[in-house]
């Protein structure tokens, strides 16, 4: 079954990825004070399928791929009915997406990196 989600094109440094991907639709927002990235004045958020086929090599090129220049503070992801893929520089999390302590194994990395709260409120995908 293939993965959908959301990646922003802003949080790459290596766009390339991008061309690897389905692309199925594509929104604009302006940055407000909540995002916290003031070096950036909008979020292109592009939602994805990627290909059950492709989805670990995806996540560990979007892994090296995501924006380190600002304090590493970027996720990506993409989930499926059973496993839920959340990337973050150089680290990817494959979760079971009715397993708890994974998801709390991620979000507290996110926070680790300075990624807001409700940027990481991953448990809303726990599948119980």
Not at 30 to 41: G, M
Not at 49 to 77: M, P
Not at 120 to 128: C, E
Request: proline share 2%.
């Amino acid at each position: 079954m293939d993965y959908k989600g959301t990646i922003i094109k802003e949080s790459l440094e290596n766009k390339d990825v991008l061309e690897k991907l389905e692309i199925i639709s594509t929104r604009v927002e302006a940055v407000n004070k909540d995002h916290q990235t003031p070096w950036l004045k909008q979020w292109t958020l592009h939602k994805v399928i990627v290909s059950s086929v492709k989805a670990d090599a995806i996540a560990k090129e979007l892994a090296t791929a995501l924006d380190r220049e600002h304090g590493g503070s970027w996720y990506a992801d993409y989930k499926n009915d059973k496993n839920h893929f959340i990337i973050f520089p150089n680290r990817v999390f494959k979760i079971d997406r009715s397993r708890v302590d994974q998801y709390k194994a991620a979000t507290d990395y996110g926070l680790k990196l300075g990624i807001p709260n409700y940027q990481v409120d991953f448990m809303k995908d726990l599948i119980i």
